[in-house]
Structure formats: structure tokens, C-alpha cells
């Protein structure tokens, strides 16, 4: 493992603009779900009320691309670990002249 410090990250004001964005990126995530809850719970007690069938469709649709928006956030999205790691990998990989 790598102990040496990310070279893109020299000072505070960079690694403040990282912080902010990551966690705005996953406040934006919890947005999305707070609201995805609230949404399907109210949707599926209006039709169970109702006497019908919950709205799976929706719950799906909707649920996958929460899914989704939750992977890019805390998976590949700039600025996540993972996608850190790799391009600091492929740095040290180009630095030590093996471009294959």
C-alpha cells in the first residue's frame, strides 16, 4: 500500500474543495432516498387504502435509479476512494514506464 501522500492534494484549499464535493455528493444521495421513501410510502399507503395493488413499477423504476446514483456517489463518482485509488495506481504504474 502506498504511504506517500497524493501529490494533487498539496494544500488546504484543494483538499477542502474535495471534502465539499464529496460531501455534497452524498448529502445529494441522501436527498434522493429521504425523498424516494417519502414518495413510495405515501403512494403505496394511498393504494393499499385504496384497495389496490402497490405501485411496483414505480418502486422498481425509481428504486434502480437510486441504485445507480448510490453507485456513482460512493464508487466511481470524482472524487471517490475507489476511483482515487486506481488513478493513483495508473500514476505510479506510467511513472514506472510499464504503459501496458
Keep these: 500500500m502506498n504511504t ?3 501529490t494533487a492534494l498539496t494544500n488546504a484549499t484543494d483538499i477542502d474543495r474535495l471534502a465539499r464535493r464529496r460531501v455534497g455528493a452524498r448529502l445529494g444521495w441522501l436527498t434522493h432516498a ?7 410510502g405515501g403512494l403505496t ?3 393499499l387504502w385504496q ?3 402497490p405501485p411496483m413499477a414505480a418502486a422498481l423504476g425509481w428504486g ?3 441504485t445507480i446514483h448510490g453507485l456513482r456517489v460512493l464508487v466511481a ?3 471517490s ?10 500514476r ?3 511513472a514506472a514506464g510499464r504503459l501496458g
Design 4 to 6: 506517500t501522500p497524493n
Design 34 to 40: 429521504t425523498v424516494y421513501l417519502l414518495v413510495m
Design 45 to 47: 399507503a394511498m393504494t
Design 51 to 53: 384497495g389496490r395493488h
Design 64 to 66: 434502480l435509479g437510486l
Design 77 to 79: 463518482g470524482k472524487g
Design 81 to 90: 476512494a475507489l476511483r482515487e485509488r486506481m488513478v493513483e495506481a495508473e
Design 92 to 94: 505510479q504504474r506510467l
